[in-house]
């Protein structure tokens, strides 16, 4: 014998299953609609691409594309397939974040215990300046978490100093060698007595000599143009 079902509890049923699948077909974008459906049903798009009477929203569920004002194509997943990418695209940066982190900090062990080993290494400290503060560069681009700014400023230091006193001697002995030419010149060029050979090769010798007082002079104004930029 078939049991019979209440017709009120016949009617609740149908009223739910009614307003279930009203409730579907109002989540739903469908082909002709207008734009005013597509934001009512997915809201603001995080991005939109317009090219003529072609607009292509784009949401994390996917894109609609509308042609003079109706949808025309629908690349759109479910609530719950977006919910999954959601997830798993949260994961992905929470990995990275945490993959990063440990990155970071494997880094600044490493660094650490490098620094610590290379300032008690007995030969690097007899490296010259220039070495010493390449490797320390070298160090500070690898180990960035790490810092060395009290080993390389020093050694910055050092190198500059020596760097100005190397160009003050420069300058001095060329001053020293223009003053020499200078002089050579002048007894060539006041030397009298000579005959016509000699006065042949003295005029060779004044014409190399001031040739070489040109150069002197090119490599001295080199030298100040140099010591202008430093300082």
Known sequence: MTKR???????????LITILTGQLLADEV????????VLEV?????????????????YERGTVSLTNGKVTKLSIVSSEEAEQKTAKRLKREADNRAARAAARKKRIQE????KAAKLEDEAFKELPAEEQLEYW????????EVSV???????????????????AMAKEAIA????????????LANRSGVGRQGLAEGVLELKRLRAELADLRAKQAELLDTTSERD
Do not use: V, W
Not at 30 to 37: H, Y
């Open 149 to 167: 700014s009290t080993e390389i400023k020093p050694l910055e230091e050092a190198i500059g100093k020596e760097t100005e006193e190397t160009m």
């Open 5 to 15: 079902i209440p017709y009120r509890t016949y009617m609740c049923a149908l009223i």
């Open 30 to 37: 469908e082909l002709g609609d207008n734009i005013d459906r």
């Open 137 to 144: 560069k070298g160090f500070q681009q690898k180990y960035p």
């Open 176 to 187: 020293e060698e223009i003053k020499a030419t200078e002089e050579a010149i002048d007894t």
């Open 42 to 58: 997915l809201g603001k798009p995080s991005g939109m691409l317009r090219s003529g009477t072609l607009l292509i929203m784009q």
């Open 111 to 114: 660094g650490t215990a490098a």
